[in-house]
Nanobody
């Protein structure tokens, strides 16, 4: 069992940066790959990026490539996502999630989810 809790998001101006963190409980965190998803109003939840259980591999959706960076610290049971050059279209509720299938972009393969945190980017 893994419980996930995202840090508080926030309001940022376009072009700004924001770092999201996700704290996990449970001793098995390091055996899970992690992913970040987001859901904007009226839209489906979409994959943002993922990181392998070891942290050595990452992948990103085109929307975040070159702007978002995911990292993890298994000793601290945390995964983070640094978001730079934010755009108004990045406005969404962001979720971290845990999966046994490394780097998958399909939400149905994620077993555990955080409650989500709001990120708003103003123009």
């Amino acid at each position: 069992q893994v419980q996930l809790l995202e840090s508080v998001g926030g309001l940022v101006q376009a072009g700004g940066s924001l770092r999201l963190s996700c704290a996990a409980s449970g001793r098995t965190f390091s055996s899970y790959a992690m992913g970040w998803f987001r859901q904007a109003p009226g839209k489906e939840r979409e994959f943002v990026g993922g990181i392998s259980w070891s942290g050595t591999s990452t992948n990103y959706a085109d929307s975040g490539k070159g702007r978002f960076t995911i990292s993890r610290d298994n000793a601290k049971n945390t995964v983070s996502m640094q978001m730079n050059s934010l755009k108004p279209e990045d406005t969404a509720v962001y979720y971290c999630a845990a999966t046994r299938i490394s780097l998958t972009s399909f939400s149905r393969f994620y077993d555990y989810w955080g409650q989500g945190t709001q990120v708003t980017v103003s123009s």
